[in-house]
């Protein structure tokens, strides 16, 4: 550890080594140009121009003799998180396995060095299927593999016998299963145990050599095509099981969609008013491109995601034109896994939706799971938003 991290520059935050700011895939709203450079053909920047300005500011960014930026990580700052992170949780009790993913996820990816860009939830295939793992894309052989357990156990036996199984399905050589109170590190066949409630210092070391980033990993240019990565996307919205997991699939398909477009950002996610929530908030700027559908009707949409077994029904759809009322937001997409009522009987929700169109209220667009499956990139789902505003403008039917 003490070879690869260095303090050249007496920075008072300790030791550091510089990462990669960059992710795969194109993101509009992160290929900007920084300090004269764009992100590499095929990759974005890990950050906005606000959060890069920030990290400037903070002297975390470094940039190499050709204009390059990359961003310090301090060893004293990521094995205190990670010490952090480990020792309270055999303190803390979760209903869920969902609930511990998400506790854990934010604060244990950044620590290690890698960018939520860069993290997958319920990877695999048929009955190979992890919790999460990093990757350079959702195509991409994982770097790491993790498994969750929410419960406590003394024989961890079938644990490591289950992630070894993953590993050698995946061509994977790290795998890591994190249960309250223990930690599995497998890694190039060796495997080691932690105990969370009495892990020391030097433990926590020993983990984040193992597991945190480095430079061995590729830094590939996202070869393969948007509409591959939106199959991924829709294939996991549909094979998600609890109610959080439906939740989060979906949403992260629309705002891939969104920022599919130059000109739109999710600028917030599941922002909580005093009165409801809103599951994505979008913005639009004309200096990166126009979009007919926005200049009409204004800077903001809001976007609800119903991952449900059956199709929105009417009451829902009033709550959120209600929502867009309140905030004098003009326009509103609807993402519902099955649509809608009224698409093939009865016409509530639908009447809903052209009931608020006539009375000049806000325009509420629909799209299912099946409708996103012939959208193949974001210039393709822009010209969708226009058809589905033609036909509701001009009251034609699917």
């Known amino acids: 550890m003490k070879s690869r991290y260095n303090n050249p520059d007496n920075d008072p935050n300790g030791p550091w080594l510089l990462t990669d700011v960059t992710v795969a895939g194109t993101r509009g709203d992160r290929c900007f140009e920084w300090n004269g450079r764009h992100p590499p053909t095929g990759r974005s920047w890990r950050f906005t121009i606000a959060q890069a300005k920030e990290l400037e500011r903070q002297g975390k960014i470094v940039f190499s003799s050709t204009g390059m930026p990359r961003m310090k990580r301090y060893l004293k700052e990521s094995s205190e998180t990670l010490h952090r992170l480990f020792e309270q949780l055999p303190q803390k009790k979760f209903k869920f396995e969902s609930e511990l993913i998400a506790s854990i996820t934010p604060l244990l990816i950044s620590a290690l060095g890698y960018a939520e860009d860069e993290t997958f939830f319920d990877y695999g295939r048929g ?177 609800e995601c119903k991952n449900w077994s059956q199709p929105v029904g009417a009451k829902h759809i009033r709550d959120f034109i209600g929502k867009l009322e309140k905030c004098r937001v003009k326009l509103g997409i609807v993402f519902a896994k099955n649509g809608v009522t009224g698409t093939n009987s009865g016409l509530d929700a639908l009447r809903e939706i052209s009931s608020a169109y006539d009375r000049n209220g806000p325009v509420v667009l629909i799209f299912s799971l099946e409708d996103l499956r012939s959208i193949s990139d974001g210039e393709k789902f822009s010209e969708a938003l226009d058809i589905r505003y033609d036909r509701l403008r001009f009251d034609v039917d699917d």
């Open 127 to 303: 009955n190979h299927r992890a919790d999460f793992v990093v990757s350079n894309s959702i195509e991409s052989k994982p770097w790491i593999i993790f498994e969750i357990k929410n419960r406590r156990t003394s024989d961890t036996s079938s644990w490591i016998e289950q992630l070894q199984e993953y590993l050698s399905e995946f061509d994977v050589k790290k795998g890591v299963v994190i249960s309250p109170e223990t930690l599995v590190v497998i890694h190039r066949g060796f495997v080691k145990q932690f105990e969370l409630n009495i892990l020391t210092r030097a433990e926590t070391l020993e983990i984040l050599e193992s597991l945190e980033r480095s430079e061995e990993e590729a830094l590939e240019p996202c070869e393969k095509s948007v509409i591959n990565q939106l199959t991924s996307l829709i294939e996991h919205a549909e094979a998600a099981t609890t109610n959080d997991a439906k939740g989060k699939s979906l949403e992260a398909l629309a705002q891939y969609l969104f920022t599919s477009i130059p000109s739109l950002t999710c600028k917030y996610a599941n922002l909580h008013t005093r009165s409801s929530e809103i599951d994505i908030i979008v913005e639009y700027n004309s200096s990166q491109g126009r979009l007919p559908v926005f200049e009409e009707l204004g800077r903001y949409c809001f976007v």
